[in-house]
């Protein structure tokens, strides 16, 4: 009885995976019939959708007409007694003028004339984000997925990346000059970076002190060290009291890099925000008249054809939908 219960079983078992085996091969089947029919379909009346095609691009070359090319570039800085997160909402402050089109609050912010501020389409700062945490940033926040309870990822406070868009591809040199003039304007900003100096240069005068000790130790134990070698000659405990001569140079070339690190900084980056990456003049367009040709001639065939479709086949479809 057993056995056979389980015979049956086993044969249920193969009917079914033999029927889901018909059942995905009929539906294969059934989805290569359809695209063969979707593009004989279109195959038979590509007059039409050709028309259609045509129109869509006609009105995207007048959609075109009616709008204002813009131009984009960015910029990569370094902040400089601040973090990037705190340098970077400040700046969006611009963007919030941008978005609601405060002209008179941005050529005040900017130190530009209207006429300029007008051709500024948007600017909008992002940080890096440093996700392996090896103090380098690898990625722009562009989609602003910074989340600080996230404790894997953090901010590189070294570089910040500015985007702008402009509809005059000219304005970048001035606009870069109004955005270090807006930066320059705070004076929590600048003082922070006096501050910031202050501490370097107390740094390089440290480091100065302990390399002159260095080597006035280093002078001393040369010039003792054939007297003391002359007085434990017969010392079976000489090699015990020698001293490891490298230990200063070691000490040494420490400090000496540390010093060129703060005076590179000290030289480099004076204001508080340095360049790394200047705008560049692009000469390309953001939204070129291709682009729009392209993609209304696109949605304009393919609505084209869904009525085409629809029109052809309207008494199959409406006996259809009646079952």
Same mark, same amino acid.
């Given at each position: 009885?057993?056995?056979?219960? &389980? ?13 889901? /085996?018909? /059942? ?35 009105? /995207? ?35 919030? *003028? ?124 040369? *010039? ?20 490891? &001569? ?50 209304? /001639? ?13 029109? #052809? ?6 006996? #259809?939908?009646?079952?």
């Amino acid at each position: 009885m057993a056995e056979s219960q &389980k015979e049956v079983k086993e044969i249920d078992l193969l009917e079914l995976f033999a029927s889901i /085996g018909k /059942g995905i091969k009929n539906m294969f089947f059934y989805l290569i019939k359809s695209l063969a029919f979707l593009i004989t379909f279109g195959i038979r009346r590509a007059h039409w959708l050709a028309l259609f095609a045509i129109a869509g691009g006609l009105i /995207g070359l007048l959609f075109y007409s009616t709008t204002s090319r813009y131009y984009t570039s960015n910029l990569i800085a370094q902040p400089n007694g601040i973090s990037a997160y705190d340098m970077v909402e400040y700046i969006n402050d611009l963007n919030r *003028f941008t978005e609601k089109k405060n002209i008179p609050a941005l050529s005040l912010a900017l130190d530009l004339d209207e006429q300029t501020c007008k051709k500024i389409k948007n600017i909008e700062a992002f940080y890096y984000l440093d996700v392996n945490n090896d103090g380098k940033g690898d990625i722009v926040d562009f989609d602003k997925t910074y989340n600080p309870k996230d404790t894997t990822i953090v901010i590189d406070n070294r570089r910040i990346y500015v985007e702008v868009q402009v509809l005059d591809n000219s304005i970048f040199s001035p606009l870069r000059e109004g955005l270090f003039a807006y930066v320059a304007k705070n004076p929590y900003l600048l003082q922070l970076n006096e501050i910031r100096k202050k501490e370097l240069q107390e740094l390089v005068t440290m480091s100065e002190l302990e390399i002159a000790k260095l080597d006035s130790l280093q002078n001393v134990d040369y *010039f003792k060290s054939d007297l003391d070698l002359k007085s434990k000659q017969q010392s079976s405990l000489m090699f015990l009291s020698e001293k490891d &001569k490298q230990m200063f140079y070691k000490d040494k070339i420490t400090l000496i890099r540390q010093k060129q690190s703060y005076q590179k900084e000290l030289e480099m980056a004076t204001a508080p925000l340095t360049v790394i990456k200047d705008f560049a003049a692009l000469t390309l367009e953001e939204n070129p008249k291709s682009g729009y040709i392209i993609k209304f /001639g696109f949605w304009f065939g393919l609505i084209g054809y869904v009525l085409l479709l629809l029109m #052809f086949y309207k008494a199959h479809i409406s006996a #259809f939908l009646r079952y």
